[in-house]
Protein backbone atom coordinates (compact mmCIF):
# COMPACT_ATOMS: atom_id res chain seq x y z
CA UNK A 1 0.00 0.00 0.00
CA UNK A 2 3.17 2.11 1.42
CA UNK A 3 4.63 1.54 -2.18
CA UNK A 4 1.76 2.74 -3.90
CA UNK A 5 0.93 6.05 -2.07
CA UNK A 6 4.59 6.93 -3.74
CA UNK A 7 3.22 6.03 -7.03
CA UNK A 8 0.75 8.15 -6.97
CA UNK A 9 2.84 10.89 -5.57
CA UNK A 10 5.05 10.40 -7.88
CA UNK A 11 2.63 11.10 -10.98
CA UNK A 12 1.34 13.96 -8.80
CA UNK A 13 4.85 15.78 -9.08
CA UNK A 14 5.19 14.39 -12.68
CA UNK A 15 1.84 16.51 -14.02
CA UNK A 16 2.53 19.17 -11.72
CA UNK A 17 5.87 19.67 -13.24
CA UNK A 18 4.49 19.20 -16.70
CA UNK A 19 1.79 22.20 -15.68
CA UNK A 20 5.19 24.56 -14.94
CA UNK A 21 6.77 23.61 -17.20
CA UNK A 22 4.23 24.62 -20.06
CA UNK A 23 2.69 27.80 -18.33
CA UNK A 24 6.66 28.73 -18.68
CA UNK A 25 6.90 28.31 -22.07
CA UNK A 26 3.37 30.32 -22.96
CA UNK A 27 5.07 32.61 -20.78
CA UNK A 28 8.21 32.64 -22.72
CA UNK A 29 5.97 32.98 -25.97
CA UNK A 30 3.83 35.68 -25.10
CA UNK A 31 6.92 37.92 -23.78
CA UNK A 32 8.42 37.42 -27.03
CA UNK A 33 5.58 38.24 -29.05
CA UNK A 34 5.35 41.42 -26.94
CA UNK A 35 8.86 42.31 -27.52
CA UNK A 36 8.80 41.94 -31.13
CA UNK A 37 5.52 44.19 -31.04
CA UNK A 38 7.19 46.42 -28.95
CA UNK A 39 10.23 46.01 -30.65
CA UNK A 40 7.93 47.34 -34.13
CA UNK A 41 6.66 50.24 -32.65
CA UNK A 42 10.35 51.85 -31.52
CA UNK A 43 11.01 50.99 -35.32
CA UNK A 44 8.47 53.43 -36.24
CA UNK A 45 9.24 55.83 -33.45
CA UNK A 46 13.42 55.74 -34.85
CA UNK A 47 12.17 55.96 -38.63
CA UNK A 48 9.69 59.06 -37.48
CA UNK A 49 12.93 60.80 -35.95
CA UNK A 50 15.46 60.20 -38.34
CA UNK A 51 12.50 61.29 -41.22
CA UNK A 52 12.25 64.77 -39.23
CA UNK A 53 16.13 65.15 -39.12
CA UNK A 54 16.26 64.46 -42.31
CA UNK A 55 13.91 66.53 -43.29
CA UNK A 56 14.78 69.10 -41.62
CA UNK A 57 18.23 69.22 -43.37
CA UNK A 58 17.00 69.41 -46.46
CA UNK A 59 18.28 72.38 -48.76
CA UNK A 60 18.70 73.16 -52.42
CA UNK A 61 22.33 73.47 -52.80
CA UNK A 62 21.97 74.34 -56.97
CA UNK A 63 19.06 76.36 -56.78
CA UNK A 64 16.99 74.50 -59.33
CA UNK A 65 13.87 75.14 -56.38
CA UNK A 66 13.97 71.63 -55.53
CA UNK A 67 15.02 70.57 -52.00
CA UNK A 68 17.60 68.07 -51.67
CA UNK A 69 18.00 65.55 -48.79
CA UNK A 70 21.08 64.69 -47.42
CA UNK A 71 23.38 62.05 -49.30
CA UNK A 72 23.22 58.47 -48.38
CA UNK A 73 26.65 56.80 -47.17
CA UNK A 74 28.13 53.49 -48.35
CA UNK A 75 25.28 50.47 -48.95
CA UNK A 76 22.16 52.93 -49.02
CA UNK A 77 22.88 53.87 -44.41
CA UNK A 78 22.00 57.08 -43.20
CA UNK A 79 24.78 59.84 -42.96
CA UNK A 80 26.95 60.19 -39.90
CA UNK A 81 25.17 63.65 -39.70
CA UNK A 82 21.63 62.15 -38.66
CA UNK A 83 22.74 60.81 -35.26
CA UNK A 84 20.52 57.59 -35.64
CA UNK A 85 21.35 55.18 -37.84
CA UNK A 86 20.13 51.51 -36.95
CA UNK A 87 16.46 50.09 -35.57
CA UNK A 88 14.94 48.28 -32.87
CA UNK A 89 16.42 45.40 -33.50
CA UNK A 90 19.96 46.96 -33.97
CA UNK A 91 19.85 46.56 -37.57
CA UNK A 92 21.31 49.55 -39.90
CA UNK A 93 18.53 51.57 -41.71
CA UNK A 94 18.11 51.34 -45.68
CA UNK A 95 18.01 55.02 -46.96
CA UNK A 96 17.85 56.08 -50.40
CA UNK A 97 16.42 59.46 -51.90
CA UNK A 98 16.89 61.15 -55.26
CA UNK A 99 17.50 64.96 -56.76
CA UNK A 100 13.81 65.55 -58.24
CA UNK A 101 15.60 68.46 -60.11
CA UNK A 102 18.87 69.55 -62.24
CA UNK A 103 21.74 67.04 -60.77
CA UNK A 104 23.75 68.32 -57.70
CA UNK A 105 26.99 68.85 -58.64
CA UNK A 106 27.33 71.81 -56.18
CA UNK A 107 27.47 70.21 -52.08
CA UNK A 108 28.38 66.68 -52.01
CA UNK A 109 26.51 66.25 -49.04
CA UNK A 110 23.83 66.18 -50.53
CA UNK A 111 21.58 64.03 -53.35
CA UNK A 112 22.58 64.30 -57.16
CA UNK A 113 21.27 61.15 -58.62
CA UNK A 114 17.20 61.45 -59.98
CA UNK A 115 17.77 57.94 -60.16
CA UNK A 116 13.98 56.60 -59.20
CA UNK A 117 13.65 54.91 -55.98
CA UNK A 118 9.83 54.50 -55.98
CA UNK A 119 7.11 54.00 -58.35
CA UNK A 120 5.40 56.95 -57.05
CA UNK A 121 7.67 59.72 -58.92
CA UNK A 122 6.84 62.22 -56.19
CA UNK A 123 9.01 60.66 -53.19
CA UNK A 124 11.81 62.42 -52.61
CA UNK A 125 13.56 59.91 -49.51
CA UNK A 126 12.77 56.43 -48.50
CA UNK A 127 13.34 54.70 -44.93
CA UNK A 128 13.09 51.15 -44.47
CA UNK A 129 13.83 48.85 -41.59
CA UNK A 130 15.09 45.34 -42.20
CA UNK A 131 12.04 43.77 -39.79
CA UNK A 132 12.51 40.69 -36.93
CA UNK A 133 14.39 38.44 -39.71
CA UNK A 134 16.55 40.84 -40.91
CA UNK A 135 16.29 40.47 -44.17
CA UNK A 136 15.68 43.69 -46.77
CA UNK A 137 12.64 42.45 -49.06
CA UNK A 138 11.54 45.90 -50.39
CA UNK A 139 13.31 47.29 -53.46
CA UNK A 140 12.67 50.37 -55.79
CA UNK A 141 10.20 48.38 -57.98
CA UNK A 142 7.73 48.33 -54.25
CA UNK A 143 5.57 51.32 -53.24
CA UNK A 144 4.59 49.48 -49.89
CA UNK A 145 6.67 47.14 -47.61
CA UNK A 146 7.15 43.51 -48.34
CA UNK A 147 7.43 40.79 -45.98
CA UNK A 148 8.09 42.29 -42.22
CA UNK A 149 9.94 45.08 -43.78
CA UNK A 150 8.82 48.75 -41.91
CA UNK A 151 9.00 51.54 -44.76
CA UNK A 152 8.38 55.18 -44.13
CA UNK A 153 8.96 58.15 -47.29
CA UNK A 154 9.61 61.30 -47.29
CA UNK A 155 7.39 63.15 -50.31
CA UNK A 156 7.87 66.39 -52.09
CA UNK A 157 4.95 68.27 -50.85
CA UNK A 158 5.55 67.66 -47.31
CA UNK A 159 9.27 68.42 -47.79
CA UNK A 160 8.63 71.80 -49.58
CA UNK A 161 5.83 71.90 -46.92
CA UNK A 162 8.10 72.05 -44.35
CA UNK A 163 11.16 73.99 -46.02
CA UNK A 164 8.46 76.54 -46.60
CA UNK A 165 6.35 76.97 -44.08
CA UNK A 166 7.68 74.77 -41.25
CA UNK A 167 5.55 72.13 -41.23
CA UNK A 168 4.82 68.74 -42.86
CA UNK A 169 0.79 67.97 -41.36
CA UNK A 170 0.18 66.18 -44.86
CA UNK A 171 -1.03 62.80 -45.40
CA UNK A 172 0.35 59.98 -47.58
CA UNK A 173 -2.11 60.37 -50.52
CA UNK A 174 -1.47 64.02 -51.02
CA UNK A 175 2.24 64.07 -50.55
CA UNK A 176 2.97 65.28 -53.94
CA UNK A 177 0.68 67.73 -54.87
CA UNK A 178 -0.16 69.47 -51.38
CA UNK A 179 2.76 71.90 -51.33
CA UNK A 180 3.89 74.39 -54.13
CA UNK A 181 7.53 75.23 -55.20
CA UNK A 182 7.75 79.14 -54.39
CA UNK A 183 10.22 80.92 -56.88
CA UNK A 184 10.75 83.41 -59.56
CA UNK A 185 11.79 81.29 -61.77
CA UNK A 186 10.31 78.24 -63.64
CA UNK A 187 11.36 75.03 -61.83
CA UNK A 188 13.99 72.95 -64.31
CA UNK A 189 13.03 69.37 -64.68
CA UNK A 190 9.82 69.29 -63.12
CA UNK A 191 7.19 65.98 -62.14
CA UNK A 192 4.01 65.89 -63.30
CA UNK A 193 1.46 67.75 -61.25
CA UNK A 194 4.52 69.90 -59.48
CA UNK A 195 3.06 72.75 -58.48
CA UNK A 196 4.55 76.00 -58.74
CA UNK A 197 3.84 79.33 -57.55
CA UNK A 198 5.24 82.14 -59.57
CA UNK A 199 6.61 85.36 -57.41
CA UNK A 200 6.84 87.08 -60.50
CA UNK A 201 3.14 87.10 -61.61
CA UNK A 202 1.85 86.00 -58.34
CA UNK A 203 0.26 82.88 -59.81
CA UNK A 204 -0.05 79.37 -58.65
CA UNK A 205 0.68 76.72 -61.40
CA UNK A 206 0.19 72.86 -62.03
CA UNK A 207 2.88 71.05 -65.09
CA UNK A 208 1.45 68.56 -66.97
CA UNK A 209 4.30 66.17 -68.99
CA UNK A 210 1.36 65.56 -71.60
CA UNK A 211 1.89 69.30 -72.66
CA UNK A 212 4.79 69.82 -71.20
CA UNK A 213 2.87 73.27 -69.85
CA UNK A 214 2.07 75.13 -67.20
CA UNK A 215 -1.66 75.95 -66.40
CA UNK A 216 -2.33 78.89 -64.40
CA UNK A 217 -4.85 77.44 -61.53
CA UNK A 218 -5.77 81.13 -59.97
Known sequence: ?????????????IIITGIVAGAFTMMNYYTSIQSDILKQQNTKTILEIVRSRLISL????DSDSYFELPKEDANNTLPVSIGVGT???GKLIYYSTID???PN????NYSDTNTSISPNNNIAGRLISYGEDMILSTDSN???AQGDDIMLEIGLGELNHFKLYGSSEISTETRGYN????SASEPATPI????????????LKIYSQTDSNWTILN
Not at 192 to 203: E, I, M, R
Request: aromatic letters at 10%; proline letters at 2%.
Open 105 to 108: VVDG
Open 142 to 144: HST
Open 1 to 13: MRSGYFLVEAMIA
Open 192 to 203: NGALWYDTVTSK
Open 87 to 89: DAW
Open 179 to 182: SAIV
Open 58 to 61: ATDP
Open 100 to 102: LGI
